[in-house]
């Protein structure tokens, strides 16, 4: 079972929902909601875990089938990014819950991922999410088209030359968790911005998603308590190095 790190879990909540757990909820849920759309494909035919503590209750994610302000605290946890329309499943959680936490994979490895898989193989993952602010969740369209679409900022141009120089479903497993995974938390309130097409940061003025992909990426590598990873990452793709130098990128693994 998950658990979020210690100083974060929800030690006071008495009523705890996990929306669309899965095979894997979080320890100390009371209510365990598994949404029909998701049942078995994302579990890939693993076994619905409903942990002690908890009751079960299959239900829409659209319309969770519980009284405004029920829970204490709410997980959702790799379900948004399926969902069609996220307003509405965010304005779910928000009406059910008084806090929670968000996950969902980074844009980061999404795009990484469905370069090098195509589209079909994390097909079912309809959104980049990710936070702009503290308080405001994005979602931007994960189309065909957009996986293989780049903003014409440096940052967006230093992100296509970085997924040419690796192999990417390698590469993923040089980089740490934070850097693959978005982490939303948020308390009473959070503003949802729903993108019906991709940003392109020079063009419209909004922020593009390349921006927080850059930065999570040299976070990533400088990170010396993942040293070993990144060297195994200089080794293997040697060219990336080139394409930090390139942008003006120095980190701990690249000088
Ligand atoms: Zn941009």
Not at 39 to 45: C, P
Not at 83 to 96: D, F, H, L, N, Q
Not at 160 to 177: G, N
């Given at each position: 079972m998950k658990r979020l790190p210690f100083w974060r879990r929800p030690h006071f909540a008495r009523r705890i929902l996990d929306i669309g757990a899965g095979h894997n909820p979080f320890s100390g849920v009371t209510?365990?909601?598994?949404?029909?759309?998701?049942q078995g494909r994302e579990r890939a035919g693993n076994a619905l875990v409903v942990p002690r503590s908890a009751k079960l209750i299959v239900g829409d994610g659209m319309a969770l089938p519980f009284r405004s302000g029920s829970f204490d605290y709410v997980?959702?946890?790799h379900v948004l990014e399926h969902?069609?329309?996220?307003?509405?499943?965010?304005?779910e959680i928000m009406r059910v819950g008084s806090?929670?936490?968000?996950?969902?994979?980074?844009?980061?490895?999404?795009?990484?991922?469905a370069l090098r898989e195509g589209h079909t193989q994390n097909g079912l993952h309809k959104w980049y999410v990710f936070p702009l602010d503290e308080d405001v969740l994005v979602f931007e369209p994960k189309t065909p088209e957009t996986i293989s679409d780049f903003c014409s900022c440096p940052d967006g141009q230093f992100m296509k030359e970085f997924y040419a120089s690796v192999d990417f479903r390698?590469?993923?497993?040089?980089?740490?968790?934070?850097?693959?995974?978005?982490?939303?938390?948020?308390?009473?309130?959070?503003?949802?911005?729903?993108r019906n097409r991709m940003a392109y940061c020079e063009?419209?003025?909004?922020?593009?998603?390349?921006?927080?992909?850059?930065?999570?990426?040299l976070a990533n590598c400088d990170d010396l308590l993942h040293t070993p990873r990144l060297l195994r990452l200089r080794e293997a793709f040697p060219?990336?190095?080139?394409?930090?130098?390139?942008?003006?990128?120095?980190?701990v693994f690249i000088r």
């Amino acid at each position: 079972m998950k658990r979020l790190p210690f100083w974060r879990r929800p030690h006071f909540a008495r009523r705890i929902l996990d929306i669309g757990a899965g095979h894997n909820p979080f320890s100390g849920v009371t209510h365990v909601v598994e949404i029909d759309i998701l049942q078995g494909r994302e579990r890939a035919g693993n076994a619905l875990v409903v942990p002690r503590s908890a009751k079960l209750i299959v239900g829409d994610g659209m319309a969770l089938p519980f009284r405004s302000g029920s829970f204490d605290y709410v997980y959702a946890s790799h379900v948004l990014e399926h969902v069609g329309t996220p307003e509405s499943a965010c304005g779910e959680i928000m009406r059910v819950g008084s806090a929670g936490y968000i996950e969902t994979p980074s844009p980061f490895l999404e795009q990484g991922l469905a370069l090098r898989e195509g589209h079909t193989q994390n097909g079912l993952h309809k959104w980049y999410v990710f936070p702009l602010d503290e308080d405001v969740l994005v979602f931007e369209p994960k189309t065909p088209e957009t996986i293989s679409d780049f903003c014409s900022c440096p940052d967006g141009q230093f992100m296509k030359e970085f997924y040419a120089s690796v192999d990417f479903r390698q590469a993923q497993h040089c980089f740490r968790r934070k850097a693959k995974t978005t982490i939303f938390y948020w308390k009473s309130f959070f503003r949802v911005e729903v993108r019906n097409r991709m940003a392109y940061c020079e063009g419209d003025g909004r922020v593009c998603r390349f921006r927080g992909m850059t930065r999570a990426l040299l976070a990533n590598c400088d990170d010396l308590l993942h040293t070993p990873r990144l060297l195994r990452l200089r080794e293997a793709f040697p060219d990336c190095q080139g394409v930090f130098r390139k942008y003006g990128h120095r980190t701990v693994f690249i000088r």
